[in-house]
């Protein structure tokens, strides 16, 4: 069974820096596949914010381009980073790490498997 394991994370004052990791374990990574952060703030819906395709391309929400990096390392477990740079408050939510067999998008309900969550507090 597919398991996403994320860690990182935490409270930065704004223009701080935060990399968050999310390990894939037993994830068919022979397979095309995508893997994406999400974010959702308190009382707003689940959005988008990175992803990775298996060809290597990534993809970013307008609001993170040229401060967010998404990457990955396939060394014996998959894992995936978000580099967070120049952290804005907007930016404060529990992040979330996706993953799905198929091409990437930003539609949260077409991933399958999802990390624990990790919330990421950004201070004026």
């Known amino acids: 069974q597919v398991q996403l394991v994320q860690s990182g994370g935490g409270s930065v004052q704004s223009g701080g820096s935060l990399r968050l990791s999310c390990a894939a374990f037993r994830f068919p990574v022979s397979r095309r596949y995508c893997m994406a952060w999400f974010r959702q703030a308190p009382g707003k819906e689940r959005e988008g914010v990175a992803a990775?395709?298996?060809?290597?391309?990534?993809?970013y929400a307008d609001s993170v381009k040229g401060r967010f990096t998404i990457s990955r390392d396939n060394a014996k477990a998959m894992t995936l980073y978000l580099q967070m740079n120049s952290l804005k408050p907007e930016d404060t939510a529990i992040y979330y790490c996706?993953?799905?067999?198929?091409?990437?998008?930003?539609?949260?309900?077409?991933?399958?498997?999802w990390g624990q969550g990790t919330q990421v507090t950004v201070s004026s």
């Open positions: 990775i395709g298996s060809d290597g391309v990534t993809s």
């Open positions: 996706a993953a799905e067999l198929k091409p990437c998008g930003f539609s949260s309900g077409t991933y399958t498997y």
